[in-house]
């Protein structure tokens, strides 16, 4: 428990650090945030904030990781290819960032480029991890008795389901401080399972984690002073599926994370339902933090009942297993 804090604080601090100097770095730079068009209106004002600010929580939890892999007894190398897999997510948003502004627009990469490319960083990161050993094709389902062999098709559906959660944490990232107070919530359950189920990597990346986003969050809760990008989203979004996948408990992000794929879903259900009914709306807008917008609530509001809701599907699962399993 020492060291998570130990490396959480040092996170925290390189974080809070990179940001005092790194923001106006970013605005020398004029890497700033292009709003949508067809956007809330009142999001005109964060026109040109600037944005690739997940680079601040990203280095920390690149450099800290390591140290604590090179002082293990054993190499952790599936803590080590989680946070690839992370690094590598967060790679695709750095090109998609860049791309924007090359194009001086909000679109960077295509959709199809987008999903090539974190297709092709969960396959590697699915191989690696099986190829040592560190995950089978046995799914477990919470506290319950009950377990599948899936075969073949347990990475096949494993692909399919890293992606979706990266890209459902991307779409999370859309108001002030929203994704990132999400993510502190999400990543500090699973401090907490590390604790319970003694694996102690799981614990010490998802405190790097908490530690620098704690830092951004300085920075980029309301009015933010800075946005995390798709570097920083993409990169929040492998690492905590890889998390799932750590503790071998992958349908747990399913309940802690029901704030990301609620996001995603009202992105679905709105293209559904416009396709559907010639376009008619499901929601005023989506993804469903901005319907919310619409509705009068404050980004802080959104922010807090998002922050809230996560903490208490988290205390729900640690309870779960601390007295059921």
């Not at 700033?32 to 004002?45: C, F, M, N, S, T």
């Not at 002082?71 to 590598?88: A, I, K």
């Not at 929040?236 to 071998?248: E, F, P, Q, R, T």
Request: charged share 10%.
């Amino acid at each position: 428990m020492l060291s998570c804090f130990l490396y959480a604080l040092i996170c925290f601090l390189a974080s809070i650090t990179l940001g005092h100097f790194g923001i106006p770095v970013l605005k020398s730079k004029k890497l700033g945030q292009k709003i949508l068009e067809d956007g809330p209106r009142w999001h005109a004002g964060k026109e040109g904030t600037p944005t690739m600010g997940g680079l601040f929580f990203i280095l920390p939890t690149l450099v800290a990781v390591p140290i604590y892999a090179a002082f293990s007894d054993e190499t952790p190398v599936g803590l080590l290819l989680t946070l690839g897999l992370g690094v590598s997510m967060g790679l695709v948003g750095v090109v998609d960032d860049l791309t924007k502004f090359r194009k001086k627009q909000n679109a960077g990469l295509t959709p199809v480029q987008k999903l090539v490319f974190q297709f092709l960083a969960a396959a590697l990161y699915l191989f690696g991890m099986a190829a040592t050993g560190e995950i089978d094709t046995v799914v477990s389902f919470f506290c319950f008795p009950v377990s599948f062999d899936l075969g073949f098709a347990y990475y096949v559906l494993l692909l399919i389901f890293i992606v979706g959660i990266d890209n459902s944490v991307n779409l999370t990232d859309g108001i002030d401080g929203l994704c990132g107070s999400v993510s502190v919530a999400v990543c500090a359950f699973f401090v907490s399972l590390g604790f319970l189920l003694n694996l102690p990597d799981l614990s010490i990346l998802a405190a790097c984690v908490v530690g620098g986003l704690f830092g951004f969050l300085a920075y980029n809760l309301h009015p933010a002073k800075v946005f995390m990008g798709d570097t920083g989203s993409l990169f929040l979004g492998g690492i905590v599926v890889g998390l799932s996948i750590l503790a071998d408990y992958e349908v747990l992000i399913v309940l802690v994370g029901l704030v990301y794929l609620i996001e995603e879903a009202s992105v679905i259900l709105q293209v559904a339902y416009y396709k559907l009914s010639h376009g008619k709306r499901l929601f005023l807008m989506a993804p469903i933090h901005h319907h919310f917008e619409k509705r009068g609530w404050s980004e802080n509001k959104i922010v807090l009942v998002a922050l809230v809701s996560t903490t208490v599907f988290g205390a729900i699962a640690i309870l779960a297993f601390r007295f059921f399993c």
